[in-house]
């Protein structure tokens, strides 16, 4: 082992390993100056837990010749025979190592020796990441040489793991945050804040196709419900909407009770306003089938639903808006009024789909005129349209 490459190891782990600029790069360069240095690693994994809706944490393989494989775990893996048989899930728990000869009496141990014995594997340590906040991750090293690792080698596992702890508590921390930002407030605005734009009143002008939904009779459907059971269709019913506004370039920015207010912005120099507009009509067309199909069993019957969006484009102000320090990233103006008030007007014209007249003309062809409305709060009328291609909704 070459102690002065094993300092300046460590040394560049502290100093926030500058020159691997992603989690892949700086695991990949840890494990091939290990080698350098002396430590004959086949196979090294990196588990960490972190905050996310859908995975309950992402993994890093090395292997000796091999690029670094980036990989998640969802909140099933918790539960598989596969985690709960696994040494991985006992370093998780109590974090504590574990240690394993191959070729010893604890060879067998594991499921997964045997497959490590297949690639020729002769040694095993699961080491614990063990961060300031009191979280525990995993990491696991293994060797083919002969003998397996002998206690010098073992010895500098050991001291590398508190340097790379940290390095990776800091990356871990960082790409939580991002991933909050996301889900809560959204990618685009998630990425404004985590570039500074914090300050009440952080505001900026910007062209944007709106979108304005809600669910039809949700207030006579959460009286006759559990909670527990409207909170569920609720998650079902953006299901079929938020994944055709995110396939076609929007952003959801708020779910209000039932309703759900996303934008797709317009570039301000090279933004093609009909594109835009053709993508939020594909996407509420796609919504609109998925809610048709929703079908959500109920004792004897099946609850269906029906819902309604309104499309509008225009200038719209984005930004930080608030009181003291409780500020909410979101859009306001007299665009998002209108989109708010056509809304409402898609239940009284029994229609799934209505757009502004900005709208219809920006995505001409698809319209049927339904006339022009009065609307609250604005000194003209509003001429409504409704999709050609849809049929009247019952009342």
Known sequence: MNASDLQKLTEWLIDGARSAPSPPAMMAETCERLVAAGLPLSRVGIFVRTLHPDIVGRNFVWKQGGEVVVGSADYEMLDSEEFRASPLAIVFAEGREIRARLDGPDGNRFPI???????????????????????????????????????????????????????????????????????????????????????????????????????????????????????????????????????????????????????????????????????????????????????????DTVERFRFGVALHVGKILYGNIGGGNRLDFTCIGPAVNLAARLEKMAGRLHRTVVASRAFAEASAGHWDDLGEFPIAGFSKAERVYGLTDETLAPA
């Open 113 to 299: 020796f045997a497959d490590l014995r297949e690639e020729g594997t002769t040694d095993y340590i699961a080491l614990p990441l063990l961060n300031v906040d009191g979280s525990v991750h995993a990491s696991s090293w293994t060797t083919k040489q002969p003998g397996g690792f002998t206690d010098v080698q073992l010895k500098a596992l050991r001291e590398l793991i508190p340097p790379l702890s940290r390095l990776i508590e800091v990356t871990r921390l960082r790409f939580m945050s991002t991933i909050l930002l996301d889900t809560y407030v959204g990618n685009r605005a998630g990425e404004r804040i985590m570039h500074g734009q914090i300050r009440r009143g952080h505001t900026e002008t910007m062209d944007a196709a709106i979108w304005l939904s809600d669910l039809r009779g949700f207030t006579a459907l959460s009286d006759r419900l559990p909670s527990e059971t409207v909170v569920d269709i609720l998650n079902r019913y953006f299901d079929c909407q938020v994944s055709a506004i995110a396939a076609h370039g929007g952003e959801v920015l708020k779910f209000m009770g039932d309703g759900l207010l996303a934008v797709f912005p317009i570039d301000e120099y090279v933004g093609d306003t009909r594109k835009v507009c053709a993508q939020v009509l594909d996407a509420a067309r796609a919504s609109r089938t998925n809610v048709d199909a929703l079908q959500y069993p109920i004792g």
